[in-house]
């Protein structure tokens, strides 16, 4: 069965820009989650989504937001970009939330320059 | 403020060789450890565990929960090069808020 897809893999935007990012998670799995991934700080959360409601959210500001569709694929969406935005954004899908295990995409590699 | 702390950051040792990697945790309403490892962008999944004193084995890979002591460690017996990659830690809690992941392990295995 095909995996978590993501897309763009590669991203380079302008500083001030906006940004989605798209994620279709494994069929079946209602749960899709977003992190970022920088050297410094690791992996962080972003945010989770179930059936279409977002469930939680990380300590990121507001220019981070994202959504769900009925079919369960996910978008992210980055405002007013920052040099620091700069990062590997990992999408990740399971059947119940992030207790019972993810599947991850290869991720966007976004660069703000 | 929940913390997931990987030791040591990086490892280098020889094909064959047996390895174990640490991760403490401070989480306030636990309910899950995972363990993935991370070659180039997508971690893949290892295990999860969620009791304590049962080991999970894959293979060559082990890994066991201390719920007392707040640890969990991973095994990798008769290293290959193969394994090498980040290994990384994550602690889920009770509800929707995500997993709290430690900074890795960078494993190097020469040959």
């Known amino acids: 069965k095909a995996g978590v897809t993501q897309t763009p893999r590669y991203l380079i935007k302008t500083r001030g820009q906006q940004v989605t990012l798209s994620c279709s998670p494994i069929?079946?799995?209602?749960?899709v989650s977003w992190y970022q991934q920088t050297p410094g700080q690791g992996l962080q959360f972003l945010f989770e989504?179930?059936?279409?409601?977002?469930?939680n959210k990380g300590n990121f500001p507001g220019r981070f937001s994202g959504r769900q569709f009925s079919n369960s694929r996910s978008e992210m969406n980055v405002s007013t970009l920052e040099l620091g935005d700069s990062a590997l954004y990992l999408c990740?899908?399971?059947?119940?939330?992030?207790?019972?295990?993810?599947?991850f995409g290869s991720g966007t590699r976004l660069t703000v320059v | 403020e929940d913390k997931v702390v990987q030791s040591p950051l990086s490892l280098v040792v020889h094909e064959g060789d047996t390895v174990t990697l640490n991760c403490s945790y401070e989480?306030?309403?636990?309910?899950?450890l995972l363990w993935y490892k991370q070659e180039k962008k997508a971690p893949t999944f290892l295990f999860m565990l969620?009791?304590?004193?049962i080991e999970k084995k894959s293979g060559r890979l082990s890994s066991i929960l201390d719920k007392k002591e707040l640890f969990s460690i991973l095994n990798i017996t008769a290293t290959q090069t193969g394994d090498s990659a980040v290994y990384l830690c994550?602690?889920?809690?009770?509800?929707?808020?995500?997993?709290?992941f430690g900074k890795g392990t960078h494993l190097i295995i020469q040959p």
């Open positions: 990740a899908s399971s059947t119940y939330g992030s207790n019972y295990g993810y599947t």
């Open positions: 069929s079946g799995h209602r749960s």
């Open positions: 989504y179930f059936s279409e409601t977002q469930r």
């Open positions: 989480v306030t309403n636990f309910r899950s």
């Open positions: 969620t009791s304590s004193g």
């Open positions: 994550a602690v889920g809690r009770g509800g929707a808020d995500g997993l709290t």
